[in-house]
């Protein structure tokens, strides 16, 4: 596709459960970002992907955040034993030079 | 520590006039600067961004002033449209390689509305 997609779209959970948010970007985009913004704040950095490099993972805000991209391509963000503090828009972005394109996020919600 | 800070979580103008949106930074090794417009539902897209080699850009409607000494920049909407309401993003990068825009860092942003 042109843009970068994500799933789902929508996603509610019941506490204590894990989920799997989904990220496919730009062809041919080497760098691959995850932010989230909860309520009322702004864009939080997670977790950056840059090639064959060993990702920046400075962002995960605990270990029971994590993620992987498989050759180089699509990602996918995990979250286990969700928090009700995890709820958020979770927006996955892309980049090859200049700025980003984002998708259009997963909006999760722990109930 | 908040090293992006948009001050003003919104603004309201009328159609026709300026809207400035700023952006205040606290990292003196940023040096590439980008806004981003965001519409409910859609993920953020890029507007307009501005290196520390200069102190202003502009694109159509859209100019971005950089004082670099104030640790200030702000973005100039004229004339501004109803359809520019949106939330936007000032976001700020540790530095750029090879003309490449590492991982950025965002504001809590500023919704703007403009009046019809």
């Known amino acids: 596709g042109a843009g970068v997609s994500q799933s789902p779209s929508n996603k509610v959970t019941e506490k204590g459960k894990d989920v799997e948010l989904r990220c496919d970007p730009i062809?041919?985009?080497?760098?691959l970002y995850w932010y989230r913004q909860s309520l009322g704040q702004g864009l939080e950095f997670l977790i950056y992907f840059q090639g064959n490099s060993a990702p920046d993972k400075s962002g995960l805000p605990s270990d029971r955040f994590s993620a992987e991209r498989t050759g180089g391509s699509v990602s996918t963000l995990t979250i286990q034993r969700t928090q009700q503090e995890d709820s958020a828009v979770y927006l996955c972005?892309?980049?090859?030079?200049?700025?980003?394109?984002f998708g259009s996020g997963t909006r999760l919600t722990v109930v | 520590d908040q090293q992006v800070k948009q001050n003003s979580p919104s603004l309201s103008v009328q159609e026709g006039r300026i809207s400035i949106l700023n952006c205040d930074y606290t990292n003196s090794m940023f040096d590439y600067f980008l806004w981003y417009k965001k519409y409910p539902a859609e993920g953020p897209t890029f507007l307009i961004s501005?290196?520390?080699?200069?102190d202003k850009n502009e694109d159509g409607r859209f100019t971005v002033f950089l004082n670099k000494s104030a640790k200030h920049l702000s973005l100039h909407i004229v004339p501004s449209q109803p359809g520019d309401s949106a939330v936007y993003f000032c976001a700020a990068s540790p530095h750029l390689y090879n003309r490449k825009a590492e991982k950025l860092v965002f504001g809590k942003g500023t919704k703007l509305t403009v009046n019809p």
């Open positions: 062809s041919g985009h080497t760098a």
């Open positions: 972005a892309s980049s090859f030079r200049g700025g980003y394109t």
């Open positions: 501005i290196s520390s080699i200069k």
